[in-house]
């Protein structure tokens, strides 16, 4: 076990790493729409902060020495649903013709008071 620590991705919020590689399967902890460079919320919109949230997960998958193809599944946590074709609509873009298991899922409240929340697991 191996974790996988990057400055490209926010810092960890808690007593948790932002990636644990096993074997050849990293698991990605949730990924908040925090700039990494300013430690701050990226702005009050759905797309932008599911973006910045789909940049820091990548970034941490890119620190583990894989890419985007690697990433098999996710699970975007929101606290609107009504806002999921916005999300959605990032998310389809930032994956093209690539496409992970995912689950999406509303929840009353995310760390920070942000939108969006995604994790991931990657396999080389």
Same mark, same amino acid.
């Given at each position: 076990m191996k974790n996988i620590q990057t400055e490209h991705a926010p810092k960890a919020v808690g007593p948790y790493s932002q990636?644990? !590689?096993?074997k050849d399967t990293l698991y990605v902890s949730g990924q908040i729409p925090f700039n990494p460079e300013t430690n701050s919320l990226i702005s009050? %919109?759905? *797309? %932008?902060?599911?973006?910045?949230? !789909?940049n820091n997960v990548? #970034?941490?998958v *890119?620190? #583990?020495g894989m890419q985007k193809e690697n990433i098999v599944r996710c699970?975007?946590?929101m606290t609107? !649903?009504? %806002?999921?074709?916005?999300?959605?609509?990032v998310y389809s873009e930032f994956f093209g013709d690539h496409k992970p298991a995912r689950a999406a899922v509303e929840v009353r409240r995310l760390p920070?008071?942000?939108?969006?929340?995604i994790d991931a697991i990657a396999v080389k």
């Open positions: 990636g644990v !590689l096993v009050d %919109d759905i *797309k %932008d902060q599911t973006r910045q949230s !789909l990548l #970034a941490i *890119k620190e #583990a699970t975007v946590f609107n !649903l009504g %806002d999921f074709s916005l999300m959605n609509e920070k008071d942000v939108f969006v929340e």
